[in-house]
């Protein structure tokens, strides 16, 4: 009985040194890359949410998972690259709040055409750095999209910073637009661009809510 | 003494013309000696599709370093740069490899970033996108559409 107690007390030993600090371990990006979509899907399929007038109960729901599994600070932070730097406290958090709008926004509204297409995940390969999570998306004509997701440690989370679609880069498409934007005109300008758009799609929002 | 005097001009003229030839064959087949100046960093790239060694790499249209060589690591391309001297990388700089035109060579071009870390000697940059492969691309939309 004695000898049965020791082996136990050595197992679960082994067991909490293997699973590490934080408990971040291979197969954690996937896993938890895998409940954030299912979530996300469940909630696209639920036919409650699917009726006219909860359109936006069901994109904030949505927005609620994007929150969950995307560090939208790190995207917006990259993004925004070496002009990152000279920016003070207060640009950076509005800036996060603008990029993280944007990026809901342009994807957000598109998620919404979701139509019961299929994610397959295809492999992972962590190091100490960060995670890359290799999916497909199915579409019903059996063509498959690859999809990439770049991921880093953030605690005992798994959090997303960059989608690869085709093998483009999300950062990098807006790392060049910031760029072009900052460079031939100003940080300033590039802030009133976004706050623009934010404000037409804000007006487009209450009209189609308003019908 | 004439004839001899005749002979050295030949010969001079001679030793200048494989030194020129010397030279130019360095300059054209781009050959590096004792290494090469600049240091190292190594990219694995998904595919490289139609990267060659000796290919340019590229910041803003500007070149910075040379694909020295480009093999093969658990079934990725790992492709090794080597980058001039003085030129940083950050540690979230992207390796992109684009086409010259709409059909012309391939290069990489990295994209800086903004983290503070900066990769060193024989590092590596873990941010890339592999070249766009349009034949691909094309028939996932000729065929997708049943």
Redesign the interface.
């Known amino acids: 009985m004695a000898r049965f107690a020791r082996a136990l007390a050595l197992a679960t030993a082994l067991l909490v040194i293997l699973a590490g600090p934080g408990g971040v371990w291979a197969g954690a990006p996937t896993d938890q890359l895998r409940a954030q979509i299912d979530r996300a899907v469940k909630i696209l399929e639920d036919p409650e949410l699917k009726k006219d007038g909860k359109q936006r109960e069901r994109r904030a729901a949505v927005r609620q998972v994007a929150n969950d599994i995307f560090d939208f600070s790190e995207t917006a932070?990259?993004s925004?690259?070496?002009?990152?730097?000279s920016r003070t406290q207060a640009e950076r958090d509005e800036f996060v709040l603008l990029f993280t709008d944007l990026l809901e926004r342009s994807y957000i509204s598109k998620i919404e055409l979701y139509g019961g297409e299929k994610i397959k995940f295809v492999g992972e390969s962590v190091d100490p750095?960060?995670a890359i999570v290799r999916t497909r998306l199915v579409?019903k004509?059996?063509?498959e999209?690859p999809i990439d997701y770049?991921m880093h440690a953030r605690g005992d989370k798994w959090l997303v910073y960059?989608v690869?679609i085709?093998?483009?880069?999300l950062?990098?498409n807006y790392?060049?637009q910031f760029?072009k934007i900052i460079t031939t005109s100003s940080y300033q300008e590039l802030v009133k661009k976004m706050k623009t758009k934010q404000g037409e799609f804000l007006h487009e929002e209450k009209r189609t809510s308003q019908r | 003494m004439e004839r001899s005097r005749a002979n050295i001009a030949v010969g001079v003229f001679v030793i200048l013309g494989m030194v020129a030839l010397g030279y130019l064959s360095i300059k054209l087949g781009q050959v590096s000696f004792l290494g090469g100046r600049g240091y190292v960093v190594t990219v694995d790239f998904?595919s490289v599709g139609g990267l060659k060694s000796g290919s340019t790499v590229e910041i803003a249209g500007v070149e910075i370093g040379r694909v020295e060589s480009i093999g093969l690591a658990d079934y990725q391309a790992r492709v090794t740069l080597r980058v001039q001297t003085g030129i940083k990388l950050?540690d979230?700089a992207?390796a992109?490899i684009k086409t010259k035109g709409l059909i012309g060579e391939k290069y990489i071009r990295i994209?800086?970033?903004?983290s503070?870390k900066i990769i060193p000697p024989n590092g590596k940059i873990?941010?890339v996108?592999?070249?766009?492969d349009f034949e691909e691309?094309l028939s996932?939309y000729i065929?997708?559409?049943?």
């Open positions: 932070k990259r925004l690259a070496r002009h990152w730097a750095e960060g579409t004509q059996e063509s999209i770049r960059d690869l085709e093998g483009v880069s950062i990098s790392r060049t760029n | 998904p950050q979230d992207i992109s994209s800086p970033g903004g503070e873990r941010e996108e592999a070249p766009v691309l996932k065929f997708g559409k049943v």
